[in-house]
């Protein structure tokens, strides 16, 4: 016969398990302001921020960081792994500023975070670029050289992550670059720069596997989305876009040995005023590369200039030899109910290489309406004939080379 426990005993042993489950679920916080952040926007909060990061990171346990609510000037901020935990909540609340004079960052972006398996971004937080210096300094079209400047947050070898509800504003450069991640989800982001701010591409994807970007709304200068060589499986769904320069892959064929762009999926974005919709583009006379299995389907186009462009002939500030083919083969592409207003008459040019034509692109559902007075939408193509099917307004491949 076992001793039986009396009520008081029960009703303690069920709170110190509630106490401990509820205590495993939080992890240990470390706040901000107990390790000396000021959160006066004025003095620089990046040694409190940083060692909260550092406390948070050697926890054993699951462990968040927190910044409440208020401004917090900070420098370089790179939060570097690897934890002890497979658990580590980044919570901002407030909003962190970068100071504005690019010089003051030394680093190549502002804020990193590198290394971290099970990290976890949220609360509701901004990261204020504050780019309007960087933007008047901004030579990347005259000089080629575009890496001068930092990155609002990059996300660099991240593996089992989930980034959400967190603005970034103003970025001086790239608003969130990803590179070498695996398995990382992005939700309800926000970002957010003027039509006319230098190279702020919003998210830009590079050399990652299973990146998923969830509800995004982006307002920018440059590209929303882009991805870069080594982008595979990567699932888009629910951005809005614009101003911007829309949904790009690549640019791609500039460098020797990049890795193939494979499996990509975009749907149910809505464009707005955006210089291309989706766009695929290869730099000519490029090394052999790869983009395979990328499809897009249930687009929504406001007055977007391009809706639809596969450029292999894509040579901005005309840094290139035009008359070599691009070598990076393009296939099994598919475009799929894509509706809504076009701003040139040209809405749907496929400019395929010459050395590599694009193979088994399949065209389907297009609706897009010109809303100026030159004529009626249209399509271009060259080195491509794609399958079609479904209602295609314009018709596809109007004009053939
Ligand atoms: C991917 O990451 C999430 C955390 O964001 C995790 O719950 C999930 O188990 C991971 N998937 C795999 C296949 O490891
Ligand atoms: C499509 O995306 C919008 C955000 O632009 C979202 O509100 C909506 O729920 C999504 N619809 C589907 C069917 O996923
Ligand atoms: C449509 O786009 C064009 C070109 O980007 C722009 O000049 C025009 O103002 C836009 N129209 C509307 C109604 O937003
Ligand atoms: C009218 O559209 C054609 C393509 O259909 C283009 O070549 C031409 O430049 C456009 N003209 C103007 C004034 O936009």
Known sequence: MGSKMNLTDAVTFLLVVLLATASRAQGTDFNVKHTGAKANGKSDDSQAILSSWKQACQSPGPS???????????????????????????????????????????????????????????????????????????????????????????FTSLTNSKIQDITSLDSKLFHMNIINCNNVTFKGITITAPETSLNTDGIHIGRSTGVTISGANIKTGDDCVSLGDGAQQIHIEGVTCGPGHGISIGSLGKYQNEEPVIGVTARNCTLTNTMNGIRVKTWPASPSGVASDLHFEDFTMNNVSTPILIDQQYCPYNQCQQKIPSKVKISKVSFKNIRGTTATAMAVRLVCSRGVPCQGVDVGDINLKYTGKNGSATSECSNVKPTTSGQLFPKICAESS
């Open 64 to 154: 968040t960081v927190v910044i409440p609510k208020g401004t917090y000037l900070a420098g370089s901020l790179q939060f570097q792994g690897p934890c002890r935990s497979k658990s580590i909540d980044f919570q901002v609340q407030g909003t962190i500023k970068a100071p504005a004079d690019p010089s003051q960052i030394k680093t190549d972006s502002w804020v990193l975070f590198q290394n971290v398996d099970g990290l976890s971004v949220s609360g509701g937080g901004t990261f204020d670029g504050q780019g309007a210096v960087a933007w008047s300094q901004n030579d990347c079209a005259k000089t080629g050289k575009c890496n001068s400047l930092p990155i609002n947050l990059a």
